[in-house]
């Protein structure tokens, strides 16, 4: 059982922008899923990602899966969300248990710059998640990875019925001096920096297979 790891909802249509030259077949429409909202120390928080999400055929691609935090300012200024090792993800099953994480760890360090939301308005974090094919389980394997060099993998990943949360927490930066160094040496204005802790409400998603 993998709880988030530190270093009811709603479905919204949306068409895709897919272009495909030389053929006059519309955009595919692409359901999303939404977590409700959850909203701690003036910012609101909610999960989105696609409602289905599609094992790929032997030898074909790794699918890719189109994930954001969403968060909204609520507060009555600008706020500057860090996104440097302040968030993990949470993968939870149908009977609600956690599911267990096949590895994780970081292979280098990469800086990610902060996100900054106007009074009033939303920013967005997309972490990247790719499904892939193991021929030798004979069954999916899921890849996450936040941009700064860290990966999680789960696998095997079967169909089902699943939810994506986040747990999004400064905690780290309290800790770790060396996020403040490397905001100062990116030049980074962290002027009105939100804190605190929060678990995102879940985002349903099925996983189906090839």
Same mark, same amino acid.
């Given at each position: 059982?993998?709880?988030?790891?530190?270093?009811?909802?709603?479905?919204?249509?949306?068409?895709?922008?897919?272009?495909?030259?030389?053929?006059?077949?519309?955009?595919?429409?692409?359901?999303?899923?939404?977590?409700?909202?959850?909203?701690?120390?003036?910012?609101?928080?909610?999960?989105?990602?696609?409602?289905?999400?599609?094992? #790929?055929?032997?030898? %074909?691609?790794?699918?890719?899966? =189109? +994930? $954001?935090? *969403?968060? @909204?300012?609520?507060?009555?200024?600008?706020?500057?969300?860090?996104?440097?090792?302040?968030?993990?993800?949470?993968?939870?099953?149908?009977?609600?248990?956690?599911?267990?994480?096949?590895?994780?760890?970081?292979?280098?360090?990469?800086?990610?710059?902060?996100?900054?939301?106007?009074?009033?308005?939303?920013?967005?974090?997309?972490?990247?998640?790719?499904?892939?094919?193991?021929?030798?389980?004979?069954?999916?394997?899921?890849?996450?990875?936040?941009?700064?060099?860290?990966?999680?993998?789960?696998?095997?990943?079967? #169909?089902?019925?699943? %939810?994506?949360?986040?747990?999004? =927490? +400064? $905690?780290? *930066?309290? @800790?770790?001096?060396?996020?403040?160094?490397?905001?100062?040496?990116?030049?980074?204005?962290?002027?009105?920096?939100?804190?605190?802790?929060?678990?995102?409400?879940?985002?349903?998603?099925?996983?189906?297979?090839?």
């Amino acid at each position: 059982m993998n709880q988030p790891y530190f270093p009811a909802a709603s479905l919204v249509l949306v068409a895709a922008s897919l272009a495909f030259a030389g053929t006059g077949d519309p955009p595919d429409e692409v359901v999303r899923s939404e977590s409700k909202p959850v909203t701690v120390n003036d910012a609101q928080f909610v999960v989105v990602t696609e409602a289905t999400w599609r094992i #790929p055929k032997p030898g %074909a691609d790794d699918t890719e899966v =189109s +994930t $954001e935090i *969403r968060i @909204r300012n609520l507060a009555k200024a600008d706020q500057l969300f860090h996104t440097m090792d302040a968030y993990a993800p949470t993968i939870t099953t149908a009977d609600g248990k956690y599911l267990a994480r096949k590895s994780g760890g970081r292979r280098f360090t990469c800086y990610t710059e902060p996100e900054r939301a106007a009074l009033g308005k939303a920013c967005s974090i997309r972490p990247w998640f790719s499904l892939q094919w193991d021929d030798k389980a004979k069954a999916g394997t899921l890849v996450y990875e936040d941009g700064t060099g860290w990966k999680e993998v789960w696998s095997p990943m079967r #169909p089902g019925r699943y %939810a994506l949360g986040f747990l999004y =927490s +400064t $905690e780290n *930066r309290k @800790r770790i001096a060396g996020y403040e160094l490397m905001d100062k040496g990116k030049g980074i204005d962290t002027s009105g920096a939100w804190t605190g802790r929060v678990l995102t409400g879940d985002a349903p998603f099925e996983v189906i297979g090839p």
